[in-house]
């Protein structure tokens, strides 16, 4: 079955950077796209961007370009979410989601969400 | 970029049917995918394409679009469909984006 497992909380000083882990099972990760979504607390989602799994290619949506920044390690089917200079109001629940072939902007499939805590 | 908008709550009684929306201009050109997130949970697609449904997800739940607007309808509501519910779809610019509406909490009365 398939399944995507992020690594576990996080809790970071302001400036310092996190690098968030999504391992990929079930499926053939270089076939699916993988989407990074964020939600601060009590908000809703956000799309942060995507990775080409094939290419290694990233695409960063407005506002989660610099600091933020997308890889892969498809030897272990992993896709990592990496945040430099973190701020306070990075704070929030990071999800990474399988885009579904053919239907654009859909997520079929989410990791359990990973929360990092930006806190002094 | 494109926006899309929900309302923020809907509420309706047990068992009865609701409908909620997400307008956008993006959904003129694009299907609209539907989540439902409960507390403390991931989200979790319900509806994508024109009317699709993933394995699993009740056949209550049902999509449909018009114009600029998309529509998620929950026919004979039950309490455990009380979450919080997002669309999403590709930004209209054409380069791949994508974009979520705010969000609407439904309440079931």
């Known amino acids: 079955q398939v399944q995507l497992v992020q690594s576990g909380s996080e809790l970071k000083k302001p400036g310092a950077s996190v690098k968030v882990s999504c391992k990929a099972s079930?499926?053939?990760?270089?076939?699916?796209?993988m989407n990074w979504v964020r939600q601060a607390p009590g908000q809703g989602l956000e799309w942060m961007g995507w990775?080409?799994?094939?290419?290694?290619?990233?695409t960063y949506a407005q506002g989660f370009t610099g600091r933020f920044v997308f890889s892969l390690d498809t030897s272990v089917s992993t896709a990592y979410l990496q945040i430099s200079s973190l701020k306070a109001e990075d704070t929030a629940v990071y999800y990474c989601?399988?885009?579904?072939?053919?239907?654009?902007?859909?997520?079929?499939?989410w990791g359990q969400g990973t929360l990092v805590t930006v806190s002094s | 970029s494109s926006e899309l908008t929900q309302d923020p709550a809907v509420s309706v009684a047990l068992g009865q049917t609701v409908r909620i929306t997400c307008q956008g201009d993006?959904?003129?050109?694009?299907?609209a995918s539907w989540y439902q997130q409960k507390p403390g949970q991931a989200p979790v697609l319900v509806i994508y394409?024109?009317?699709n449904r993933p394995s699993g997800i009740p056949d209550r739940f049902s999509g449909s679009s018009s114009g600029n607007t998309a529509s998620l309808t929950i026919t004979g509501a039950q309490a455990e469909d009380e979450a919080d519910y997002y669309c999403?779809?590709?930004?209209?610019?054409?380069?791949?984006?994508?974009?979520f509406g705010g969000g609407t909490k439904l309440t079931v009365l």
């Open positions: 989601a399988r885009e579904l072939h053919g239907y654009d902007g859909s997520f079929d499939y």
């Open positions: 079930g499926y053939t990760f270089t076939s699916y796209a």
């Open positions: 990775i080409n799994t094939n290419t290694g290619n990233p």
């Open positions: 993006s959904l003129r050109s694009y299907y």
């Open positions: 394409g024109k009317n």
């Open positions: 999403n779809s590709r930004d209209s610019s054409g380069n791949r984006l994508v974009v």
